[in-house]
C-alpha cells in the first residue's frame, strides 16, 4: 500500500508530462526520417529535409523576416516595458499602481484573433498598406505586456534610497541612470527582451491578419501544412523549437540574477 502510495503520483507526473511533450517529440523525430511519409517504424535517420528546408528560398526569407520582427520586439518592448516598469514602481499610490498594471496587461488577456482584426482595420481605416511593419507593431503590443509584468516582478525588489544617495552627492538624473539604474536592471531587461523575441517567433495569429504578402516562419509554414505534411516542415518546426527554448533558457537564466 504505501509502494502504491508512492507510484501513483510519479505515474501522474509522468502522464502529464507525456501528455505535454509527446507531440512535440514526435515532431523533432519525423524531421530526422528517411521517409519522405510520417510513419512508423522510422526507417533510418538524415539531416537531408533541413537542406531541403534551408534550400528554399521562401523558408530563408520567412526565416529573415521572422528574425527582423524577434528583433524589433525585443528592443522596442524591452525598452519600453522596462521604463513604463520602472516608473510604475516610483509611483505612491498603490490603488493607480495596480490599475495601470492591470491596464497594461489587457493586451495579454484580449484573444490574439481579437488583436489581429482590430490591428487590421485600425491599420486599413488609417491607411497603411499590410506588411512587416503592421506586424512589427502588433508583435510589440502582444509581447509588451509580459515584459512589464516580467520588470514590475523584477524591480519590486529595487533599492531607490541608491538613487537618492547619489543624487545628494551630485550626480544629475541621467548619470544616475547611466551608472546605477542602468547597470542594475539590465539583467532584467535583457531577460523581458529575449522572452519578448520568444513571443515574436512564435506569434502567427496577429501576425497572419496582418503582414499582408511577406512570409514569417510560422505563416509559412500554415501555409505549407495546407498542402500536405513532409519532413521538411517537421525541420523547420524543430529548429523554430529549437530557438525558442534557448531563448526561454537564457531568459530564465538572467533573470536570476537579482536586482540590488
Keep these: 500500500?504505501?509502494?502504491?502510495?508512492?507510484?501513483?503520483?510519479?505515474?501522474?507526473?509522468?502522464?502529464?508530462?507525456?501528455y505535454l511533450y509527446a507531440p512535440i517529440a514526435v515532431i523533432v523525430i519525423f524531421?530526422?526520417?528517411?521517409?519522405?511519409?510520417?510513419?512508423?517504424?522510422?526507417?533510418?535517420?538524415?539531416?537531408?529535409?533541413?537542406?531541403?528546408?534551408?534550400a528554399n528560398p521562401l523558408i530563408s526569407t520567412a526565416l529573415?523576416?521572422?528574425?527582423?520582427?524577434?528583433?524589433?520586439?525585443?528592443?522596442?518592448?524591452?525598452?519600453?516595458g522596462?521604463?513604463?516598469?520602472?516608473?510604475?514602481?516610483?509611483?505612491?499610490?498603490?490603488?493607480?499602481q495596480a490599475t495601470l498594471l492591470t491596464a497594461s496587461l489587457m493586451p495579454a488577456i484580449v484573444p490574439l484573433l481579437v488583436i489581429g482584426i482590430a490591428l487590421a482595420v485600425f491599420f486599413?481605416?488609417?491607411?497603411?498598406?499590410?506588411?512587416?511593419?503592421?506586424?512589427?507593431i502588433g508583435h510589440v503590443l502582444v509581447s509588451l505586456p509580459?515584459?512589464?509584468?516580467?520588470?514590475?516582478?523584477?524591480?519590486?525588489?529595487?533599492?531607490?534610497?541608491?538613487?537618492?544617495?547619489?543624487?545628494?552627492?551630485g550626480a544629475t538624473p541621467s548619470r544616475a541612470f547611466r551608472d546605477i539604474t542602468l547597470p542594475l536592471i539590465r539583467p532584467s531587461v535583457i531577460g523581458a527582451a529575449m522572452l519578448a523575441?520568444?513571443?515574436?517567433l512564435d506569434e502567427f495569429v496577429v501576425t497572419w491578419f496582418n503582414?499582408?504578402?511577406?512570409?514569417?516562419?510560422?505563416?509559412?509554414?500554415w501555409g505549407l501544412m495546407r498542402r500536405g505534411i513532409d519532413p521538411s516542415i517537421n525541420a523547420i518546426a524543430t529548429v523554430l523549437l529549437s530557438v525558442l527554448v534557448c531563448l526561454v533558457i537564457a531568459s530564465n537564466i538572467i533573470n536570476r540574477k537579482k536586482v540590488k
Design 31 to 54: 524531421s530526422f526520417t528517411t521517409s519522405p511519409r510520417l510513419s512508423m517504424p522510422i526507417e533510418g535517420l538524415t539531416l537531408a529535409w533541413y537542406a531541403n528546408a534551408f
Design 82 to 96: 522596462a521604463a513604463f516598469a520602472f516608473w510604475l514602481v516610483t509611483l505612491k499610490r498603490a490603488r493607480v
Design 197 to 200: 523575441a520568444a513571443l515574436s
Design 211 to 221: 503582414v499582408g504578402n511577406q512570409q514569417t516562419v510560422p505563416v509559412l509554414v
Design 146 to 169: 509580459f515584459v512589464v509584468l516580467t520588470m514590475n516582478a523584477r524591480l519590486e525588489t529595487f533599492d531607490f534610497s541608491v538613487l537618492e544617495a547619489a543624487r545628494d552627492l
Design 124 to 136: 486599413r481605416g488609417v491607411g497603411m498598406q499590410q506588411g512587416l511593419l503592421n506586424a512589427a
Design 64 to 80: 529573415r523576416n521572422s528574425l527582423i520582427l524577434a528583433i524589433i520586439s525585443a528592443v522596442l518592448s524591452g525598452a519600453m
Design 1 to 18: 500500500m504505501v509502494a502504491l502510495r508512492k507510484i501513483l503520483p510519479a505515474a501522474f507526473v509522468s502522464l502529464v508530462v507525456a
